[in-house]
């Protein structure tokens, strides 16, 4: 168990809906990141946010948004969803310190459907 | 951007087999880990090894930044060992970002 948790383990949805994805980073983390893992793409990165503010941003789509709130956990809103957006999505943290090495540790991921 | 290179795609092992996976990498990195993707999806963290030797149990790994690779070494699989293992890089222009190579996909059978 690697501390980081994600909400919900599996979801299945509609073109065009709107889904949420939640992520609870180790204790004492202050980074978060959001990955993506498609058959096609493999894993990708998305977005990173630092003590609530966006620090790195990859290969995130205008239909998808993120946040991390005062507590630090984190958000991922997928929006306008296209069957491609069906994936396994994975949430990782680390410290989070400027500059420092560090290992980023990764939830179990969401797996995403869309019908 | 940084492209990640691991070698070989596929792997067919008997229990009990040693066997070493590549990774190699096309510029200078700040960070380097190897993780195991079991079949259930999950990403286990085996190794953070941006330079060095580790070793943990029945895996070590080795990586030479200056010549741009990284050696996963699995002694003795099991079938527990099945599975993909990724190698992921952070290069200094990515921001904090791990690029991932596209894995090796094990297969260690009875």
């Known amino acids: 168990d690697s501390g980081v948790t994600q909400t919900p383990k599996h979801l299945i949805t509609a073109t065009g809906q709107r889904v949420t994805l939640r992520c609870s980073p180790r204790s004492g983390d202050l980074s978060v990141y959001w990955y993506q893992q498609s058959l096609d793409q493999g894993l990708q990165f998305l977005i990173q946010?630092?003590?609530?503010?966006?620090?790195a941003k990859g290969n995130i789509l205008e239909r998808f948004s993120a946040q991390q709130f005062p507590d630090l956990h984190s958000e991922l809103n997928l929006s306008s969803l296209e069957l491609g957006d069906s994936a396994l999505y994975f949430c990782?943290?680390?410290?989070?310190?400027?500059?420092?090495?560090?290992?980023?540790?990764f939830g179990p991921g969401t797996r995403l459907l869309v019908l | 951007g940084i492209q990640v290179e691991q070698s070989p795609p596929d792997l067919i092992l008997q229990e009990g087999a040693n066997s070493t996976l590549r990774c190699n990498f096309s510029d200078s990195v700040n960070n380097l880990q190897w993780f195991h993707q079991n079949p259930w999806g999950q990403l286990i963290n085996l190794f953070y090894?941006?330079?060095g030797t580790k070793q943990n149990g029945r895996l070590s790994a080795t990586t030479v930044a200056t010549e741009r690779y990284s050696l996963l070494y699995i002694s003795s699989s099991q079938t527990t060992d099945s599975g993909v293992y990724f190698c992921a890089v952070e290069h200094p222009n990515s921001g904090y970002a791990l690029n991932f190579g596209k894995g090796t996909s094990l297969l260690v059978t009875p």
């Open positions: 946010y630092y003590n609530g503010e966006e620090r």
């Open positions: 990782a943290s680390s410290v989070g310190a400027a500059r420092r090495q560090e290992t980023q540790y």
């Open positions: 090894i941006p330079s």
